[in-house]
Structure formats: structure tokens, C-alpha cells
């Protein structure tokens, strides 16, 4: 028998109480001018809570109501709202969309992974297929955006439940450009003393509360090469933030458009470099920057946000099946990785004809969801780990350069490109170094928790821009881009339901 979700709100004198079923959705169960007890809409496997003096409490048959107390879905976000404007009992009940998966102690997750918005599904060759079936990104749709503008310059993400700055425009001169940019420092002074739109409770967000905001509907310029930015998509919402690109009057490249989050790497990249995690939201990945280029600082954009200081924040929990539990997102993943890495056409048909656990819904995580678990106090150089959670099992290899690594992680999600093949790569995360061979040497040039991409398909010297590099035993492999990206082609998988 399936678990039902009773809802029960107190207003005035009478109560209303709904069940919610995933085959029939919410239900009146009945109402009463005096109802002291639960015990008349209990049935065995019920989940029934009251929100009462700021928390949420879970009843049993036997509990008593309090007058006044209870608590209401609103529509798509799971929050609690005034009592007073509980309908009536011949209105119909909001459809709350509860995770079929969330066995959390609570029911409003502090963590709710907000969607990808990727509507397309792409094969290796980059071409356009239907989703039905494909257990890629947009096969799924879990907490769809939902983002509300305020009116006064912020805008609220009804998903995550953080309030952002609309704009990084912070001289207020009408354009995002050079002049708006900071160092990290000056960033989070920037934000910790800001008094903006009547609230002065701001903060600069961290990696996981930044990427939140990464839309992959956008695409990819890195090999742009003019300057109307016109007809380009960046990987931001732009029906409710406004957006720049790098100054090209100041000398920067259009894909200059990085921006500062509290997230500063545990260990050093390039050449002992301290760095932080960034996202660039015209390139649609996670890097680690420098905070420091020469003597001077590294600028970045700032967008400050306020509430909700756990996003980002996981509560995990070993089930005792192989599988983890994190109550902050309402996300179940397995323990163990894919033990091997693959294509990634292959990491999805793993994924989805998996039966770990006896669950048979289990799927490739979606960008988002993949850098979700992410431990950014973690990496092989100064914890001897992967990038995750102890509660996890991770598998050691060595990489190009001979050292003990872990692996780069598919995402089902594709990375677009502005041209050509535009659905031919896809995300992945990286849980160990984030390798590149510049100057003849291996270096960690984007740090453990970067996100970058790989072709789809099979990787080759004769692709553009790709190069055969020499690896420490002898071997060759594969490198891309101004920091020489190491190019794998295959990577581990981690599944998700």
C-alpha cells in the first residue's frame, strides 16, 4: 500500500482535511465544526503534519489539533501560507506536486534542486531526437523554475526559495559591463554591507547556491568569434535577470562573463594558485578561477542573494540498501558509482535499466542534481578523497599524470553550442582533478568540483581544437582548449531517483 499525505488546515472553527494519492491527487476527506481528533481520517501508512509555531510537526492517530493551527500547499513550492485564505470546503484543493521519493522527517526540503530547464534531447551526433524513452535532461521534469519578479529590482525563486538581485548592474548606470565587476574580496564586502530594495540581509551566494541559477536552454560561445551578442542564449533566465557578457571595450572576450561566489578551493590550481569556484554563465560551466591574475585582482560579476542560508546544505542518510538518502533535496542515489567509466550513451542505459535497491526508476542525474552532491570542503590533495561525501563510494584510478584521482561524472544533461553540432557534448562533473596539460605539464587547472563538458561520441585527435598529449606511463591523451582540458570520453555514472 502506498503511502497517502493527509492535509489538514484549522481555520476559525472548521477544519478541512484533504488525502493526496499519486493516482488520484487531493481529496476531501471531510470537514467539522469540532474535530479534536485526527483518528477519523487516519487509515495505516498515513503521513499527516500541522506547521505550529514556526516547525513542522508529524501527528499520530491520537494527537490533538490545536484551533488555529495547520498548514496548506501552495502550488509548486510546498510552502506554508496564511490560514485565512484557506478555501472553502467546495473549492478545490492546490495541487502541491509532492516527490514520490521524498521520505524525508519533514516535507519542506531546504534544498530543492531547481530544474535545468533543457526542453530538447540531442544524440552523440548532436542532432535532435525525441525525449520519449531517451533518459536524457528534458525526458524529466523536476521543479520546473518558478521565478517571481518583485518589483523592486530583486526577483524571488519560488524553487529554491532564495531572492536574487535582478541585475549585476551594480553602479546602477543602465549596463553590465567592466565597471560592475569586483575582486572575490571586494564581492563579498560588496554584498555583506549592501541595503538594497528595503532589505540589508544580503550575502554573495556559494557555488551551489550561484549555480542554482544555470539555465541550460542556453549555449555555449566559446568559439564565437564575432560581436552581436544579439542572437546568443546565455545559461540565465533572461525573461527575469538581466544579463552581460564580457566588456569587449575594456579588452575582455565576450565569454569573460564569470561570476563571484564564497566558494573558495580547498587545495590550489594551475600553479599553487588559491581559487574560486565560479560560474560562467556564458559558457555554462563551473571553473575554478584564480583570485589573483599576476598582481592584480581577478574581476568578476556579482548578483547578491538573501534567505534560505541552507540551499545548498545536504542532510544524507545510508538506507542500509546500497542507496543514500538526502532529505534536504528529496533525491535517493545509489552508494556506489559504475565502477568503470563509459560512454555516455552508455551511462544512460545503465542508469535506466538499473534495479539497485529493487527500484526500477532509477535515472542519470541532471546537471544540477549531480553538483548537488558535491562536497567542496573535499579533494585527492588535501583530503586524500574524491569531491563527495564520506557516505559514498567513489572509485580511485590513475590519471594522465599518474596520480591516484577519481573521476569525471556524466550529467544527462547536454551542453549546447551556439552552432554546428549544438547538441553533440553533455556535462559532466568532475569529482577529482579537473586536469589540463599546459606548458608540458599536467596541472589542476579548474579544481575538484568543476563542470565542464565532453563530446557525446567518440573523442579524436582530428577534431578541431583537440590534441594528443603525452601521459606520465606512456600512453597518449586527449586535450582541449586554452587550458588544455583533458578529454576522456568516458566517464563514471552515479544514479538517481
Not at 56 to 69: A, F
Request: charged residues 20%; contains cysteine; aromatic residues 10%.
Amino acid at each position: 500500500m502506498k503511502k497517502k499525505l493527509v492535509l489538514i488546515s484549522l481555520a476559525a472553527s472548521s477544519l478541512l482535511a484533504y488525502n493526496y494519492s499519486v493516482e488520484s491527487g487531493w481529496n476531501l476527506l471531510g470537514t467539522s465544526e469540532q474535530i479534536d481528533s485526527v483518528a477519523p481520517f487516519f487509515d495505516k501508512g498515513d503521513m499527516i503534519w500541522v506547521y505550529d509555531a514556526g516547525s513542522w510537526s508529524k501527528l499520530d492517530s491520537n494527537s490533538n489539533l490545536k484551533d488555529g493551527k495547520g498548514f496548506w500547499f501552495k502550488s509548486n513550492s510546498k510552502t506554508v501560507i496564511d490560514l485565512d485564505s484557506v478555501p472553502s470546503p467546495s473549492e478545490t484543493a492546490p495541487t502541491p506536486e509532492p516527490s514520490p521519493t521524498d521520505t524525508s522527517s519533514g516535507l519542506e526540503l531546504t534544498f530543492k534542486v531547481v530544474d535545468t530547464n533543457q526542453a530538447n534531447c540531442y544524440d552523440k551526433n548532436g542532432d535532435s531526437v525525441s525525449c520519449s524513452g531517451a533518459g536524457q535532461d528534458a525526458s524529466y521534469s523536476n521543479n520546473p523554475q518558478d521565478y517571481r519578479d518583485n518589483g523592486d529590482e530583486t526577483v524571488t525563486d519560488n524553487v529554491s526559495g532564495l531572492m536574487w538581485q535582478k541585475s549585476s548592474d551594480i553602479n546602477g548606470d543602465g549596463t553590465i559591463n567592466v565597471s560592475d565587476k569586483l575582486s572575490q574580496e571586494a564581492a563579498v564586502s560588496y554584498c555583506s554591507s549592501l541595503t538594497f530594495a528595503g532589505y540589508s540581509d544580503w550575502r554573495l551566494p556559494n557555488i551551489k547556491q550561484m549555480y542554482s541559477l544555470i539555465d541550460f536552454s542556453g549555449s555555449d560561445i566559446s568559439a564565437y568569434s564575432g560581436s552581436d551578442t544579439s542572437s546568443l542564449d546565455p545559461f540565465i533566465n533572461t525573461d527575469f535577470f538581466d544579463f552581460g557578457y564580457g566588456d569587449e571595450s575594456a579588452n575582455e572576450r565576450l565569454i569573460d562573463a564569470q561570476w563571484a561566489t564564497t566558494t573558495i578551493y580547498v587545495s590550489k590550481t594551475m600553479n599553487g594558485d588559491k581559487t574560486m569556484f565560479g560560474v560562467n554563465l556564458a559558457d555554462g560551466r563551473i571553473k575554478g578561477y584564480p583570485v589573483k591574475m599576476g598582481a592584480s585582482d581577478k574581476l568578476f560579476y556579482v548578483q547578491c542573494i538573501r534567505e534560505n542560508e541552507n540551499y545548498g546544505i545536504n542532510d544524507f542518510s545510508d538506507n542500509g540498501d546500497d542507496t543514500i538518502s538526502d532529505k534536504a533535496t528529496g533525491l535517493t542515489w545509489q552508494k556506489d558509482d559504475s565502477g568503470s567509466a563509459m560512454s555516455w550513451d552508455s551511462a544512460i542505459s545503465y542508469c535506466e535499466s538499473s534495479s539497485v535497491a529493487g527500484h526500477s526508476d532509477w535515472r542519470l542525474p541532471n546537471a544540477k542534481e549531480l553538483q548537488s552532491i558535491l562536497d567542496y570542503s573535499k579533494s585527492p590533495d588535501t583530503t586524500n578523497s574524491a569531491a563527495i561525501d564520506s557516505i559514498f563510494n567513489a572509485t580511485e584510478f590513475t590519471n594522465e599524470e599518474g596520480e591516484k584521482d577519481y573521476g569525471y561524472y556524466w550529467s544527462s544533461t547536454t551542453h549546447k553550442t551556439f552552432d554546428g553540432k549544438i547538441g553533440a557534448s553533455a556535462v559532466y562533473v568532475s569529482f577529482g582533478r579537473a586536469l589540463g596539460y599546459m606548458n608540458s605539464q599536467y596541472l589542476d587547472v579548474h579544481g575538484a568540483g568543476a563542470q565542464r563538458s565532453d563530446p557525446k561520441g567518440t573523442v579524436s585527435t582530428g577534431m578541431m581544437g583537440y590534441e594528443s598529449v603525452a601521459t606520465s606511463t606512456g600512453g597518449t591523451a586527449v586535450a582541449h582548449g586554452p587550458q588544455g582540458d583533458i578529454v576522456r570520453g568516458e566517464n563514471y555514472a552515479r544514479c538517481v531517483r
